[in-house]
Nanobody
Framework: QVQLVQSGGGLVQPGGSLRLSCAAS????????IGWFRQAPGKEREGVSC????????YYADSVKGRFTISRDAAKNTVYLQMNSLQPEDTAVYYC???????????????????WGQGTQVTVSS
């Protein structure tokens, strides 16, 4: 059974950090680009950061550049999103997604994803 299982998230104060994890089961992430998306109440789901399946090239939305870092651990079949300097506007439900043989840039569009994680809430508030 193909699954993406997310962990991490929670409540953090402005300026704080969180790390999200996305672990794959039933398939190898080596052949998939992995993306992190978020959806705030009343807003569309948006691509935050993606990493390609081939050369580990990355994509970051302008709003998170310099604050978020995406990485993959092939041995653990897991992708991470390190989020630093979090701000209230980062509050959303975060999802990871996998797209077979996609580039990082292409996967930034939610419609390009083949599989989705269950989502995890990130709340930035004092």
């Amino acid at each position: 059974q193909v699954q993406l299982v997310q962990s991490g998230g929670g409540l953090v104060q402005p300026g704080g950090s969180l790390r999200l994890s996305c672990a794959a089961s039933g398939f190898f992430l080596d052949y998939y680009a992995i993306g992190w998306f978020r959806q705030a109440p009343g807003k569309e789901r948006e691509g935050v950061s993606c990493i390609s399946s081939s050369d580990s090239s990355t994509y970051y939305a302008d709003s998170v550049k310099g604050r978020f870092t995406i990485s993959r651990d092939a041995a653990k079949n897991t992708v991470y999103l390190q989020m630093n300097s979090l701000q209230p506007e980062d509050t959303a439900v975060y999802y990871c997604a996998a797209g077979a043989f996609r580039s990082a840039h292409r996967l930034r569009v939610p419609e390009e994803a083949d599989y989705w994680g269950q989502g995890t809430q990130v709340t930035v508030s004092s």
